[in-house]
């Protein structure tokens, strides 16, 4: 069974920038596709981002290109979300994910793709 725990949101005035972590346990994480998802009070969950298993193709919405990158760290089983120039609307909890059945170069945004979740960390900028 897989485990993810998700790390370091918090509250950080727009334009600031927080790192998010997402530890995976109790598998292979090298085989493992990793995305980031969020979700506001009210609203869907909205894809964020993608990597594939070996961290070579990486998928960003278009809300976040050009501010978010994703990375992964296949030794430390770790996968990381930089955000930079943050917005008051990119406030929700975001929410760690795994797709375990990704060929090696496959990014995908559909959430039924992952099945593997975090609990999720809060992120919240105030303006």
């Known amino acids: 069974q897989v485990q993810l725990v998700e790390s370091g949101g918090g509250l950080v005035q727009a334009g600031g920038s927080l790192r998010l972590s997402c530890a995976a346990s109790?598998?292979?994480?090298?085989?493992?596709?990793m995305g980031w998802f969020r979700q506001d009070p009210g609203k869907e969950r909205e894809f964020v981002a993608a990597?594939?298993?070996?961290?070579?193709?990486?998928l960003l919405a278009d809300s976040v290109k050009g501010r978010f990158t994703i990375s992964r760290d296949n030794a430390k089983n770790t996968v990381y979300l930089q955000m930079d120039s943050l917005k008051p609307e990119d406030t929700a909890v975001y929410y760690c994910a795994a797709d375990s059945r990704a060929p090696f170069f496959r990014v995908t945004d559909k959430a039924p793709e992952y099945d593997y979740w975090g609990q999720g960390t809060q992120v919240t900028v105030s303006s």
């Open positions: 109790g598998g292979t994480f090298r085989n493992y596709q």
């Open positions: 990597v594939s298993r070996g961290g070579r193709n990486s």
